[in-house]
């Protein structure tokens, strides 16, 4: 430094200490401004320089401005520019206090500088940005100031020499604004490369400025890029500025591109391998747990981000990642956007699959369509895996979706009953795990279980389910939340008995195991067993006996000393409240003797010492105090049962002896108890059989022809005494049934006799007060439970399979094909007892049918009697001779002209239990317990067997070929056994229904080949039947209509099926026009013959040149099987067309991803897209033709004609649903496919439909009986005769014309959209020809009376298209 240098910096200095700012300002501006550059270089270069001189500079030069000196304003940009440039150079320690204080001096003193300071300070910004990839620290918040400042600037000239990349060429002067200059800083910022430890800072500083839209997305761009090269570590950083990008605008854009950016990393390290890997995959998910915290705080800020966020979701859900799925959960938290999250999320995991499952079946279209972009339950299975670390703010949002989700699937919705179960299935996995993960979610899950526990919601089973599940896994984590279940317990007097018995079953691992609560549910209990309400009463018994269930089975098990004695202790008290409710009211006695009759079914039970030596001297004490003098016939002193006031049953002694039965038999079967002598149970049993089997009505003081009537006392003493001796009777039978020391068959037969009488005179005599009968059959008095009925149902209806075959599979001990045979010889003569096999068939079909207050029969016994009514009496029917007559057992044989025969007794069963099994979901365990019995499917058992797919399918198919054999047979002994043969085939049609899902997903090619091969026989089979010689039975008609239908897809090429969906990827598929030829042409057929039969029936003369020559038997089309058939056929239709507007749905997200899929510049057609719009355009053309036969025919019937119109009502909505669906998928064109449907349905059909809605009408009105011709009509005087039959029928025709509007409104719109005109396809005009004129129709009143309708009720009526259904005319 020289001395000149020295001298003036001291001066300078001085002044700075005296404040003489205008002075160093004016002494400032004599100098050079080499020599001003070389003060402040000097300054802040110097270590220990605190930056004073350069204040004093910047005041001085900014004093002399504010002066008014004409050179104060150049002074102060030559000093400031000096200052950004020397920070850019040397800013090793920004966070010192020089630098600092200047960086505020500058601040204070930017409104001062002029155009031409401003612009050179900004440039030299970016210069440093250009060189270093970074922004100096001290001018954080100086520069956004700064570049603001500069776009408020108007127009400046420069030169290349001042900014060089701003001209256009060099030396070439330029006129450019403060915001072009702006945009240029922008712009050159976000193309220069960024230091990855700079990039925070860069972004803050962008964001900060004033920022068009254009701009906005461009720094969001360069973030977003900037983001893939950075640490882990920093990107919760970056996303935050993003976020504070967002305020700007482009809100959507920049969530879209978040998403995208942490959605590819998370591809990327899914499937890690490596320990890196494993530990980079953990680490994102802690960052990526921050950043959900960062978008949960800016959405706060700014309601608007969150609903870009919803908007982002919408528009890609079919490929949401779990980090996008995670990030709604945490927008969920927000109270503003909580219901609207809940819901889309919702929908979205049950449209997931529901999509899923609508494509297994539909075959005609999955070639053509892709598979899902994103599976709901992994995404939620992802969910809660990675809320153990990083992602635990999610929790609680996770808990309620899957909460409201079970609670939405148990209401009715529009979801397939499938996708609902899968659902409730994949929260309850879920809740599970997070129960097990997280204890800050224990007590909110536990408290919403019992809450729709205690309000009785639709979902209170599932979460019953859900809550013993969480028990069973861990009960160490239930008990600190027993508090909460104890004061559920209060509201148990208003649960119902299945309920009860459900929280009973779940909480009983915490009843065991803690005394506090175990207390508090016996003394919940003992106060409601003492209720004044008998309703109540009944309920808490429920619970008591599933306690005492859960501890007898508590006993069978392996368990330590100390364990079993606390459970033996607390079995001994609950026997003790069950012993007090047998002193009370008869209704109560009655339930706790049928609820004890059913526990002593269950092996544990029988083989629990401590229960049935208790309940050993509870019932031998209660029988001395009913057993009658041996002197006489009755064992029962019926008069003591009997109030002789009121005539009320006070003692439920059947009950009691039905129970008292089953002690015995248990009493008998242990090893621990054997009560011997004339008092023990076995002899007093042996006592009352015997004298049950010589009693006689008299001896009851009943009289055959005595009065048995409801409405009179004696009839009523007469109808309670006779239902308690037969119920005694029903238990002497199933005693002797049972029983293995004293086996008499013979005695069985004489029971059973007397039983028999007793209740033919009990069913034929007792009436009500309208003189009805109040007792169906003799079944409905039997209290005999199932197990007893199916083991002895096994012996008399035997499987031939199993006498034959000493290694079949139910042949094991203890019961082997020695004790079976035998067994089987020995049940000779209760096997040709054909009204007994009867009565014991209509029993266990009635059990597995109406429990009216018990639980339901399980699963394992439903299958054991499918398996015994198919093997032991259906199966015969499939064995006939050469000469066409069945070869059957001679108790299968008989007949009777008032009872139900046995066949169709064992029909009824199997359709029974097919429908209990399709309603639990587990119908595809009936083939496998009907064709390969094993013992692990008739006995309790969570866990079925695994059973290989070829196997299964194979099971499966034989089933369905025995079916279709013993139907056949059938039918062929018309009209014998028609109504066994209908029987038969709705179990058929079932399991039609269940193998076609099975073969739609099935992956074995194997199983695929059978099920196709027996699908398609099925089908063909079903045609042929219709046109054989048939009786003209209306159910049988629509049961063969059912399976045909449920069966047809199998009728396309095999090769069809072997197609899967397409991947991600884009293959295109030619589109096959006969496979709707293949599939559908027998229901052409069938129509066609519908169609012949109506003109016939109608007396309309068949056109010549469609005649078929192999035409169907006519003879069974009849007026009343016409209507059936077309109720299937428009059921079939209506689900067919769901099935359409499935596809066309799926026609919009094809496009969609097909235009993601295309390069931007490419101008091709969406050739997938035209593809599934031909498929579906073809399947509506081959449905319009079959609607087309019926519109074209005259139905003998008015049901017939409605189902018609309700069909071709469907096919408009499904047309217009396709049509709005064309109106979001601009990019697909107006195809000749279309073209064909639009004229097929709005020209051809629609003329045949105005045809038909007028003929109908005028039939309407006086027309005769059809169904019946001799009937009479009935003639009114009323003036109002037509209009009255119009305004009946209104809603129906309004309906199609208002959907008949609706679709030309989305035709029109589509043929404006792609300029291309439709109009000339609309033959009708609605407004004209769809009228309904009543001076037009037929009056009956005409040709009776002479009279005709007035002038008022003449004026022509026109249906209202102004609104939706319901509609109205308007005179």
Request: charged fraction near 20%; proline fraction near 4%.
């Amino acid at each position: 430094m020289t001395s000149e240098d020295t001298e003036l910096t001291t001066q300078l200095a001085a002044l700075g200490r005296t404040k003489a700012y205008v002075e160093a300002g004016k002494l400032l501006s004599e100098q050079e401004d080499d020599v001003v550059y070389k003060l402040v270089e000097d300054d802040l270069s110097t270590d220990a320089g605190t930056g004073a001189l350069t204040l004093t500079l910047i005041k001085g030069s900014s004093a002399l401005a504010e002066s008014g000196h004409t050179s104060g304003s150049s002074v102060l940009g030559t000093v400031c520019s000096a200052c950004v440039g020397q920070i850019c150079e040397d800013s090793a320690d920004p966070e010192t206090q020089k630098w600092t204080a200047i960086s505020d001096t500058l601040l204070q003193v930017l409104p001062q500088l002029g155009p031409r300071s401003i612009i050179d300070i900004a440039f030299r910004v970016l210069a440093e940005l250009k060189t270093s990839g970074t922004l100096p620290t001290p001018l954080a918040s100086f520069l956004p100031m700064l570049l603001d400042t500069l776009g408020t600037i108007g127009s400046v000239e420069i030169t290349s020499e001042d900014v060089s990349a701003v001209a256009a060429e060099d030396d070439v002067r330029v006129t450019r604004t403060g915001s072009e200059l702006k945009a240029y800083w922008i712009e050159s910022a976000c193309s220069y490369k960024w230091h990855a430890q700079a990039s925070v800072r860069v972004c803050a500083l962008l964001r900060e400025l004033v920022l068009t839209e254009a701009q906005v997305e461009r720094v969001a761009s360069r973030v977003q890029r900037q983001m893939e090269c950075m640490e882990l570590m920093e990107l919760p950083a970056m996303v935050y500025q993003l976020l504070l990008l967002s305020r700007h605008g482009s809100k959507r854009n920049i969530v879209s591109g978040i998403f995208t950016f942490f959605d590819n990393m998370e591809k990327q390290l899914k499937d890690a391998h490596s320990d890196d890997e494993r530990k980079r995959w953990r680490e994102l998910g802690d960052i990526e747990g921050t950043i959900m915290l960062h978008i949960s705080y800016g959405i706060k800020q700014d309601f608007e981000l969150g609903d870009a966020l919803i908007a982002f979701a919408k528009e890609s859900s079919d490929s949401l990642s779990s980090f996008s799925f995670a990030c709604l959960l945490s927008l969920a938290r927000i109270h503003r956007f909580e219901d609207n999250v809940t819901v889309l999320l919702r929908t979205q995991l049950l449209r997931c699959m529901h999509d899923e499952d609508m494509r297994v079946g539909m075959v005609w279209v999955r070639p053509y369509l892709l598979e899902s972009g994103s599976d709901a339950q992994e995404l939620l299975h992802a969910v809660v895996e990675r809320s153990s670390y990083g992602w635990d703010q999610v929790t609680q949002s996770l808990i309620q979706l899957c909460l409201n989700t079970m609670d939405y699937t148990a209401r009715r919705n529009t979801y397939s009953p499938v996708a609902c179960t899968q659902a409730r299935q994949t929260c309850t996995r879920v809740l599970q795990t997070a129960f097990a993960t997280h204890e800050f979610v224990r007590g909110e899950i536990v408290d919403q279980i019992m809450n729709r526990v205690v309000f009785q919601t639709k979902s209170h089973m599932h979460f019953l389910d859900l809550l013993q599940l969480l028990a069973a896994n861990d009960v160490d984590t239930v008990r600190p939340y027993s508090t909460k279940i104890i004061d559920a317990l209060d509201s148990i007097s208003v649960m119902s008995s299945r309920t009860l018995e459900g929280l009973v079953r779940a909480i009983a691992p915490l009843f065991f195991d803690d005394v506090q609560f175990r207390s508090s549910l016996i003394l919940v209990l003992r106060k409601i067993l003492f209720a004044h309400g008998v309703d109540e009463r009944r309920v808490a018994l429920s619970g008591l006996f599933v306690l005492i269930s859960c501890a007898a089975q508590s006993l069978d098990c392996e368990a330590g000393q100390r364990q079993s004695n606390v459970r033996l202790a607390v079995l001994l008290e609950v026997l003790g409240l069950l012993r007090r409710c047998l002193t009370q009211q008869p209704e109560i006695r009655k339930a706790a003797y049928d609820q004890l009759s059913t526990l002593l079914d269950e092996p544990f039970a029988r083989n629990n010492a401590a229960l049935l030596s208790t309940l050993h001297g509870i019932f031998q004490t209660e029988f001395m105090k009913y057993q009658a003098d041996r002197s006489h016939d009755s064992p029962i002193n019926f008069q003591l049962c009997v109030s002789p006031t009121t005539h009320k049953v006070t003692m439920p002694v059947a009950s009691f002896m039905q129970c008292f039965a089953k002690l015995t038999l248990a009493l008998e079967s242990s090893s621990t108890l054997g009560p011997s002598g004339s008092e023990s149970p076995s002899s007093i049993w042996t006592d009352v059989c015997t004298r049950f089997s010589r009693a006689q009505m008299e001896d009851f003081e009943l009289d055959a022809n005595g009065d048995f009537a409801l409405d009179s006392p004696s009839g009523v003493r007469n109808n309670n005494t006779a239902r308690l001796v037969i119920g005694c009777i029903d238990a002497a039978i199933e005693y002797e049934l049972c029983s293995t020391t004293n086996t008499n068959p013979a005695l069985v037969v004489e029971l059973f006799s007397k039983f028999q009488r007793f209740s033919d005179v009990l069913c034929t005599r007792c009436v009500d007060e309208r003189k009805k009968r109040v007792i169906g059959s003799a079944s409905e008095l039997s209290h005999m439970t199932l197990p007893t009925t199916l083991n002895v149902l096994e012996l008399v209806l035997s499987d031939p399979r199993r006498m034959d075959n000493p290694d079949h599979a139910l042949n094991c001990a203890p019961h082997d094909h020695t004790w079976f045979v035998a067994h089987t010889s020995g049940v000779s003569l209760w096997a040709a007892n054909t009204a007994f096999v009867r009565h014991l068939l209509e029993i266990a079909l009635a059990r597995v049918t109406e429990r009216a207050g018990m639980c339901e029969e399980p699963t394992h016994r439903v299958l054991h009697l499918a398996y015994i009514a198919y093997s032991g009496a259906l199966a015969a029917c499939a064995r006939p001779l050469e000469s066409g007559i069945l070869d059957l057992p001679a108790n299968l044989a008989k007949r009777s002209a008032k009872a139900r025969s046995i066949l169709y007794v064992a029909a009824e069963s199997l359709v029974a239990c097919t429908s209990v099994l399709q309603s639990r979901g587990k119908l595809d365990l009936l083939h496998v317990a009907v064709m390969r019995p094993q013992l692990m499917l008739f006995a309790p058992n969570d866990d079925p067997p695994t059973i290989d797919a070829l196997l299964d399918a194979q099971y499966a198919s034989a089933l369905i070929t025995g079916l279709r054999n013993t139907s056949e047979q059938m039918l062929a002994q018309k009209p014998v056994m028609a109504r066994e043969a209908t029987t038969v085939l709705t179990s058929l049609h079932a399991m039609c229904v269940q193998l076609s899902r099975t073969g739609n997903c099935c992956s074995n090619e194997g199983a695929r080949a059978v099920i196709y091969k027996t699908m398609n026989e099925t089908a063909r089979w079903a045609f042929s039947l219709v046109g054989g010689e048939l009786p003209g039975d209306a159910n049988l008609l629509r049961n063969i209509t059912m399976v045909l239908t449920s069966c047809q897809p199998f009728l396309q090429p095999e090769t069809v099926f072997a197609r899967p969906p397409l991947q991600l990827t884009f293959v295109s598929v030619p589109v096959d026009v006969r496979m709707d030829d293949y599939e559908l042409g027998t229901l052409s057929r069938l129509i066609g013959s519908i169609c012949t039969a109506s003109r016939l029936l109608t007396n309309i003369e068949a056109d010549p040149n469609e005649t078929d020559e192999d035409e169907p038997n006519l003879g069974i089309f009849t007026a009343r099987t016409i209507p059936a058939l077309v109720t299937v056929l428009a059921a079939w239709f209506k689900a067919e067309l769901h099935q359409v507007d499935w596809a066309s749905t799926q026609l919009r997200r094809m496009s969609t991803s097909e235009l993601a899929e295309r390069p931007e510049n490419d101008a091709e057609d969406l050739v997938m897209s035209i593809q599934v719009e031909r498929r579906v355009c073809g399947r509506i053309h081959a449905l319009s033709q079959l609607l087309l036969q019926l519109l074209s025919t005259v139905m003998p019937t008015q049901a017939a004609t409605d189902q018609v119109i309700r069909m071709f009502h469907d096919l408009h909505r499904s047309f217009a649903h396709l049509t709005r669906t064309k109106l979001q998928c601009v990019q697909v064109p107006i195809t000749e496919s279309y073209i064909d449907c639009l004229s097929l349905i709005c020209s051809t059909l629609n003329t045949h439909a105005h045809s038909m809605i007028i003929d109908k009408y005028g039939a309407l009105v006086g027309s005769a009986d059809t169904e019946n011709p001799k009937k009479k009509t009935k003639l009114t005087s009323s003036k109002s005769a037509g209009k009255s039959h119009v305004l009946r029928n209104s809603t129906l025709v309004s309906s199609l014309v208002y959907q008949m509007e609706l679709t030309e409104k989305y035709v029109g719109m589509v043929a404006a959209k792609h300029k291309t005109p439709l109009a000339h396809y609309l033959k009708r005009s609605l407004a004209r020809d769809f009228r309904i004129e009543r001076d037009r129709l037929h009056d009956p009143l005409q040709d009776t009376e002479g009279n005709s309708l007035d002038e008022e009720s003449a004026d022509t009526t026109m249906l209202m298209l102004d609104s939706p259904p319901p509609d109205m005319l308007d005179d």
